[in-house]
């Protein structure tokens, strides 16, 4: 009986660790002492965190790689399936785990980096983000339009989509955008999609003559068709509320040294130019965050 | 074995059954199913038959015995999945099935409380069930138990071992699916819903063959997705629901209109009708989908043979406040001017009861249930149609795109609804419906400050605050000829289990304080209390057996209201989870 009992113990115990490598976040002594550090991404997000053959690919992948190649530790990827919004996957996947599994991350990537966004009070005066630290931009999003030039001569203005079929992720600011502004004028034309990856789909097969999404992605989705006439717009877009911003990450707020010792490998990724040189290698348009601008 | 142990301690009633069914253990039939509320030896329908009525005949237990009534035996679901308890529990031959939360089923002996087995689905990693684990109860057909998972599939265990028969992948759970509801079976065939209206999905209703989980048909719930129906395994076309699209939803909108009829059906055999209700419309602006977005917030009527639809009626046209139409709409027959009506009744998250006419949909009558109503100051009289307060529309996000908080407005009920997925109860003997409510409001507006998936994103911000000082939660007697409230109970929280009435004149239900009530169906005075040590959730059931009659409920605090909160959060936030079937009967 005795013999038994002592391998079950330990077999015990081995549980227990990885249960507490997941169930809680961790302090920065307590990734280095294991080895460790698991990074939050958004599961099938081209061009930021998506697996092509099993192979986990993209420029969040990229920049998790790195920081955890400079804290010295291995990377465990944690795939986030996105809820309603991202104050909901800050509480799923950092602080508080989803009620499925209650297990979290150490770091997650792709937060929105904005004092007034990271400072928002909730209905009954407390802080929505209590829990949570958000630091380090490493980007700046905007919208962007592709156009087919072989359907539409230029995108001078968003006039055009009062002709022109335009489509948009389902529930996003572009569909808000098109489908509202102006009195909608454009909503005729503005057709929804699941995910800007099947609007694009759509317009290589002329089903929509252009498409609306994040900078970021119609960028990199315009280096994936093989001919040259889809066009990135270069026109404003009147009457929208926010228009860029920036795009940084987020710890628990208990691990302020973890933040710290992080901003500094994104900082010096950003200055020496080695984000810029992972956003080109996605073929995505790079602009850095004012954060960093010289004074 | 269980068979055995009956044999020896065969009572009248018992013989009686045995008579009519021929002999003991019997498999479920159809005609089990349909007579359902009647037999009293057993519950193999959620609803206690599937008009859904939740009325049981049986009175021994009744306004003058019931405080004598104690628990026979308590179940605990185990594990560290202690939250969530949604399930009505079914029962027969001496066995209870009940589903549990994460998609368990177990199986009880009825007599003893001992687990006979317990079957746990494995769910993957990464689904996102909008709200909470919980799961409202198995179907029993033939020697199968059929339920749905938070991951979208439909299984069938064999009722004695509770091993895995056949298992069907419904929906897709990567897309925002899940399954909370019960099934229901009906000539034959399992008919579920699907949830997850938020995404951005098409709501659809389906039919299986029970024996083997092959399916017969599938009907979209929304205007302009055709339907299908598989004749000799063979997928045809089937007609496409509303007729084309295009109809009530501007420009592609349809294409991804939620109306997920999520909370499972009713069915009425005189009529041969199925009757679903559909969630809110996709996406929540309204502003985006100017239209009466067909068949979102609504009840449809559909042929179980054929998958068609026979008929709709639309609670809140062109939805902007999360009224889901998923109330259960519940067959009864009253008698007015020597006449029978063949009506059914729903009360919706809206806080308007409806009484239509089962045949065709047509509107009987319509009135408040609860005591405040911004959104429409009533119904047409003909049409039952809202009448709209245009101003107490949450405003139009293009209005705000200086990027500034929009202007709040004040809506009742709130987004939870005048009454939600809990379902009500309707005694024939005192002709009332009895309607666990909620007196809610909230704060709505426009918040173009947040994200989604690291993108800027307009949403909608809101904040639940009760109506009055006192309480949220209400049962109501209501009187569906008249619209009358007979009587009500408050109830500090927010009522969120189902109710149960009988020939007792009894009205059971439960309390996120923990208690099971039992109360006078006429007169609303509590005649049983008694504390389970969780929130009450669950929906109770009552039958016979060996000639005396139980009651049984699941206690387990969760679902929905406490992962929202707000002001209504300090009513709620001490109450403990927990995770166990209570059992009463009568001392000997």
């Known amino acids: 009986m005795k013999k038994i009992n002592i391998p079950l113990f330990s077999i015990l115990i081995g549980c227990c660790l990885i249960f507490s490598a997941t169930a809680f976040s961790r302090s920065y002594d307590d990734i280095i002492e294991s080895n460790e550090i698991i990074v939050a991404v958004y599961n099938d997000f081209q061009p930021f965190s998506y697996k092509e053959s099993d192979k986990a690919k993209g420029i969040d992948i990229e920049l998790a790689k790195a920081i955890a190649k400079q804290l010295g530790v291995k990377l465990r990827l944690r795939w986030v399936t996105a809820d309603e919004n991202v104050e909901d996957d800050l509480r799923n996947n950092l602080w508080k785990g989803h009620y499925i599994k209650r297990t979290v991350a150490d770091l997650m990537l792709r937060v929105p980096y904005n004092r007034e966004y990271s400072l928002s009070r909730d209905d009954i005066g407390e802080l929505v983000h209590q829990h949570v630290h958000m630091f380090s931009p490493y980007h700046t999003e905007s919208w962007k339009i592709i156009y087919n030039n072989k359907k539409i001569e230029s995108v001078e203005t968003i006039a055009v989509f009062q002709y022109y079929d335009i489509g948009v992720e389902v529930d996003s600011i572009p569909q808000f955008y098109l489908s509202s502004a102006f009195r909608g004028r454009m909503s005729k034309h503005t057709k929804q999609f699941m995910s800007i990856s099947k609007a694009i789909e759509a317009m290589t097969v002329s089903k929509v003559d252009a498409v609306m999404g994040l900078s970021s992605q119609v960028s990199y989705f315009q280096s994936t068709i093989p001919t040259n006439n889809y066009i990135l717009a270069e026109n404003a877009f009147p009457m929208m509320g926010q228009q860029q911003w920036d795009i940084g990450m987020a710890i628990k707020a208990d691990y302020r040294q973890l933040g710290y010792v992080i901003a500094d490998i994104v900082e010096a990724m950003v200055v020496q130019g080695d984000m810029e040189r992972i956003f080109a290698k996605y073929h995505v348009l790079y602009k850095k965050p004012d954060f960093y601008q010289e004074i | ?588």
């Not at chain 2, 004695?160 to 897709?172: A, C, I, Q, R, S």
């Open chain 2, 1 to 588: 074995m269980i068979k055995m142990t009956k044999t020896k301690v065969l009572s009248l009633s018992m013989m009686v059954s045995l008579a009519i069914s021929g002999m003991a253990n019997a498999n479920v039939t159809n005609k089990d199913i349909l007579n359902d509320q009647m037999t009293t030896e057993d519950v193999v329908s959620y609803g206690l038959g599937l008009k859904g009525q939740r009325y049981s005949p049986l009175k021994k237990i009744n306004t003058d015995t019931v405080k004598d009534m104690r628990t026979a035996w308590v179940f605990s679901l185990g594990g560290e999945k202690q939250r969530g308890q949604e399930s009505q529990p079914l029962v027969k031959d001496g066995v209870m099935y009940i589903s549990g939360s994460y998609s368990r089923v177990f199986a009880i002996d009825a007599r003893t409380g001992d687990e006979l087995w317990q079957y746990d689905a494995r769910l993957p990693d990464g689904i996102m069930p909008c709200c909470d684990v919980i799961n409202r109860g198995v179907a029993l057909y033939g020697d199968l138990v059929i339920f749905g998972t938070l991951d979208a599939k439909l299984v069938a265990l064999h009722k004695d071992t509770g091993k895995v028969v056949w298992k069907k992948k419904v929906e897709d759970y990567k897309a925002g699916y899940s399954i909370t509801a019960a099934p229901m079976v009906v000539k034959g065939k399992v008919i579920t819903g699907v949830a997850g209206g938020e995404f951005g999905v098409v709501g659809k209703v389906r039919a299986y063959d029970a024996k083997n989980g092959d399916i017969i048909w599938e009907r979209p719930t929304v205007e302009g997705h055709m339907g299908y129906i598989w004749k000799n395994g063979k997928k045809t076309e089937n007609g496409i629901s509303g007729g084309k699209a295009g109809q009530t939803w501007p420009g592609d909108s349809w294409k991804h209109g939620g109306a997920a009829p999520w909370n499972g059906g009713t069915y009425d055999a005189d009529v041969d009708l199925l009757f679903f209700g559909t969630s809110n419309p996709a996406p929540w602006n309204s502003h985006l989908r100017l239209g009466d977005n067909y068949f979102s917030a609504s009840r449809v009527a559909i042929d179980p043979d054929t998958g068609k639809i026979a008929w709709h009626f639309q609670t809140t046209p062109n939805d902007g406040w999360d009224y889901d139409g998923i109330s259960e709409l519940i067959s009864f027959d009253y008698k007015q001017n020597g006449k029978t009506v063949k009506a059914a009744a729903t009360a919706d998250k809206n806080g308007f009861f409806y009484v239509l006419n089962r045949k065709n949909g047509d509107f009987i009558r319509g009135f408040p249930f609860v005591d405040k109503i911004t959104w429409a100051s009533g119904l047409d009289k003909k049409t039952g149609s809202p009448i709209y307060i245009d101003e107490n529309r949450p405003g139009d996000p293009a209005d705000s795109k200086d990027g500034k908080k929009g202007t709040a407005v004040l809506a009742a009920p709130s987004f939870l609804g005048g009454k939600n997925w809990m379902p009500m109860a309707y005694n024939k003997d005192t002709e009332l419906f009895y309607v666990p409510a909620n007196e809610m409001e909230m704060d709505i507006w426009n918040e173009p400050g947040s994200y989604k998936k690291g993108a800027a994103y307009m949403a909608a911000g809101f904040t639940l605050k009760p109506i009055h000082d006192d309480y949220v939660g209400v049962l109501k007697a209501m009187d569906p000829k008249t619209g009358k409230e007979i009587w009500r109970y408050k109830n500090s929280a927010p009522l969120w289990g189902g109710v149960l009435t009988t020939a007792g004149n009894l009205v059971f239900f439960g309390t996120p304080e923990g208690y099971l009530l039992g109360l006078n169906a006429k007169s609303g005075e509590v005649e049983f209390k008694f504390n389970t040590g969780s929130g009450v959730i669950g929906s109770p059931v009552t039958w016979e057996m060996d000639g005396e009659q139980y009651v049984s409920v699941l206690s387990g605090w969760g679902g929905a209201v406490p992962l929202w909160g707000g002001i209504v959060g300090k009513n709620i936030k001490h109450l403990n989870q927990g995770g166990s079937v209570f059992t009463f009967k009568l001392p000997k």
